[in-house]
């Protein structure tokens, strides 16, 4: 350990310091006592323990008393339902200098491989939550047991632009072997993050033994007297280090591919350090982790990556611009007008998340019947798969009715509507609630471009109609777009996202401007795209001009997920607002009203091509621009209407922008979100004559 503890506390001023603490245990069948390491930061389970350069101080220092004790055996585990979920992150943000970020990627594969090398055995007892770095000190003991309640156990990393730089990449798939590994580390967290269960890390070896809650430490230190005396052997899986790790990489080659088309260096390092792991060399795997952290650690990209972290985990959870909590009026009956799919998912997620008596109605029983039916069939299903109570099933579905009649909705707090997306359609169910709600009942739109404050325009009561765009899969995507009409009050304003909360959803505030911020953005890049296939650029060479950012989907795979005919809706919707900078291409009218929800068309072994009768109806020019072009053109649009979002006050902030697209429209960490990509490429400056972040918000301090 180089650090000195002045020098430490320097690095990262504000570490939330996670102290381990040695204490000396006698355990049955063992002549020696067991060194129990316990690793806690002083919060409770809601800021789980995580290492900076102080708390690797620590854990250093607390090894050195276990070893000088002369155990046994070492253990080590963390505070209640926490064993550690990795590195401090927030100290990340502000480091500068080249040589401290090096000092820090040493520092933990030092400290973490005492533990590997100890020729005294060592065990993690792994107590509760273990992510990232925690995960990589589990994983440098010798054994592990696992705790049955244990949540939030995986390697989410990649998901923000970094790799497992502690010893991860070397250790994971030498102990399951490459494919799992690649599964651990790569494919989950690419796939939102996807956490493991206990089960599946029993499954996959990545511990050696689960056992109970309740005597959870107890249990643990009697499975550890066992194996130090040699009645358990722990088996471990032999390793095909030939042809299956050889195809192991090539998926993960494959999964970092189609997900990031190598826009985060991050993913591509995790692959070669995966395939360095190969030859079982920690020596050599450790220092190429440790050249490579120190790297990334200095580069702006995981810093827009650990920006997006932020913006999810701290300006999420306060929505900038929100009224006092205080003035929220409570919920305890919901009325939902319409009953088809959306109608039906927000009738699911509001029983679920409430639990108060949801109503729907529509224009006949058929339809209600069958929105009610396919809520009530969505719970039989999470009961099957046990994430519900059979008891808690029935509760809901009891919760759950349908009415011809609004009059059911007399006693409801807040209504919401799915219906058609047409302002005569909208306004006219409005005034028909007015008929039969009190006049302090939240009248909420799930409207995806319309104007909130034209809906209410005609009512008596207009002070309490809000926008609450969700976004579809309504159960999937976390974003909730608020809207202020031009004459909501605060108390139906708070009430709103109080809701929100209460449907752990990540609300934004959102002024009352056509298509607000996800749908606005989206359709200026797309527009430019068929902008450019309409002069007659090829559709591939377009439609893939913006693969380097790394996006989930291309533009038109986007527009056949959210379905060309509501693209087309929003799109006039737009330009009836802005009609300089919003066109609406002739190609799309006729590509909707051929009833085709797809130009492309997939081979069985996955090969695409243009649906030649797409091709056909799609009258295009002879002006061919390049895959760059097209990149450049939808950037600066991008930037240009971000400028103009936010000079008219549509957020408060680019950052709210910026978490719009990462929670609503799953735009990747690594771009933090779009502001820090079009900032660090120069395209901010060229367009809008400045960046739209102060430097070292989403880069690296200068």
Same mark, same amino acid.
């Given at each position: 350990m180089t650090f000195t503890a002045e020098q430490a506390k320097a690095a990262f001023p504000d570490e939330v310091v996670t102290r381990a603490v040695t204490r000396l245990a006698r355990v049955p069948g063992l002549d020696k006592p067991v060194a129990l390491i316990t690793l806690d930061n002083g919060h409770d389970h809601t800021r789980p323990s995580t290492f900076g350069p102080q708390g690797?101080? /620590? #854990?250093? %220092? %607390? #090894? $050195?008393?276990?070893? %000088?004790?002369e155990p046994a055996a070492i253990a080590v585990t963390g505070k209640p339902f926490v064993f550690a979920v990795g590195a401090d992150l927030s100290g990340v943000e502000a480091l500068s200098?080249?040589? #401290? %970020?090096?000092e820090i990627a040493e520092t933990g594969h030092t400290v973490f491989r005492r533990l590997t090398d100890s020729k005294v055995p060592t065990f993690a007892f792994v107590n509760g939550a273990v992510m990232g770095g925690g995960l990589e000190l589990a994983l440098s003991c010798h054994y592990r047991t696992l705790s049955e309640n244990a949540a939030a156990i995986a390697f989410p990393e990649v998901f923000l632009g970094l790799f497992p730089g502690w010893g991860g990449t070397q250790l994971l798939p030498n102990l399951i072997g490459a494919d799992a590994a690649v599964t651990v580390i790569i494919e989950n967290a690419l796939n939102q993050n996807k956490m493991l269960s206990v089960a599946k890390a029993a499954e996959l070896g990545i511990v050696d033994e689960v056992l109970g809650s309740a005597d959870y430490l107890e249990q643990s230190f009697a499975w550890l007297s066992k194996v130090v005396r040699g009645e358990i052997t722990v088996p471990r899986r032999e390793i095909d280090r030939g042809s299956g790790w050889d195809a192991a990489v090539a998926r993960a080659r494959s999964i970092v591919d189609g997900k990031t088309h190598g826009a985060s260096p991050g993913v591509t390092k995790a692959v070669e350090l995966l395939e360095l792991a190969r030859n079982n060399d920690l020596d050599a795997g450790y220092a190429v982790e440790t050249d490579a952290l120190a790297e990334l650690l200095m580069s702006d990209t995981l810093r827009a990556g650990l920006y997006s972290f932020d913006l999810v985990n701290k300006r999420a959870r306060r929505p900038a611009g929100a009224p006092d909590k205080s003035l929220a009026r409570p919920v305890n009956k919901v009325g939902v007008v319409g009953a088809g799919l959306m109608a039906s998912q927000l009738a699911l997620l509001f029983v679920r998340r409430l639990k108060v008596p949801v109503v729907l109605t529509d224009v006949d029983q058929a339809r209600i019947d069958k929105g009610v039916s396919y809520v009530h069939g969505e719970l039989d299903k999470l009961r099957a798969k046990l994430r519900i109570s059979p008891d808690e099933a029935n509760r809901l579905k009891a919760l759950v009715s349908g009415s011809l009649d609004k009059a059911a909705f007399a006693d409801a707090d807040f209504v919401i509507e799915a219906v058609f997306e047409e302002m005569g359609v909208k306004q006219q169910v409005f005034g028909e609630l007015e008929q039969h709600v009190s006049a302090e009942a939240i009248l909420a739109t799930n409207t995806s471009s319309l104007s909130v404050s034209e809906m209410a325009s005609k009512l008596r009561h207009p002070d309490r109609v809000v926008g609450f765009h969700f976004f579809n899969p309504v159960a999937v995507l976390p974003l909730l777009e608020i809207v202020r009409g031009e004459r909501t009050d605060d108390a139906s304003l708070a009430t709103a996202f109080a809701v929100g909360k209460q449907l752990k959803k990540s609300s934004v505030l959102v002024k009352d401007a056509p298509a607000f911020v996800v749908n606005r953005l989206l359709l200026r890049f797309l527009g430019e795209v068929l902008t450019a296939i309409d002069e007659g650029t090829p +559709?591939?060479?377009?439609d893939h001009a913006l693969d380097p950012l790394g996006l989930p989907m291309s533009p038109l795979v986007l527009t056949q997920l959210v379905g060309p005919a509501i693209a087309l809706h929003v799109g006039e919707t737009l330009h009836a607002a802005f009609p300089d900078r919003f066109g609406v291409s002739e190609n799309l009218?006729? +590509?909707? $009203? /051929?009833?085709? @929800?797809?130009? !492309?068309? !997939?081979? /069985? /072994?996955?090969?695409? @091509?243009?649906?030649?009768?797409?091709?056909? #109806? !799609?009258?295009?020019?002879d002006k061919v621009s390049t895959a760059e072009e097209v990149r450049e053109r939808a950037l600066a649009a991008i930037a240009e209407e971000i400028k103009i979002m936010l000079d008219e006050g549509v957020v408060v902030q680019a950052q709210d922008i910026d978490l719009c697209l990462i929670l609503g429209a799953g735009w990747p960490f690594w771009l933090g979100g779009i502001t820090p990509y079009l900032d660090r490429t120069g395209v901010s400056a060229k367009v809008t004559g400045k960046p739209f972040l102060a430097p070292g918000v989403a880069s690296v301090p200068a």
């Open positions: 690797l101080m /620590s #854990l250093d %220092a %607390a #090894l $050195d008393e276990a070893f %000088a004790a200098d080249p040589a #401290l %970020a090096r +559709f591939e060479v377009a009218k006729r +590509f909707v $009203d /051929s009833g085709k @929800t797809a130009v !492309w068309q !997939w081979d /069985s /072994s996955g090969n695409q @091509t243009v649906d030649p009768e797409v091709a056909a #109806l !799609w009258q295009q020019g």
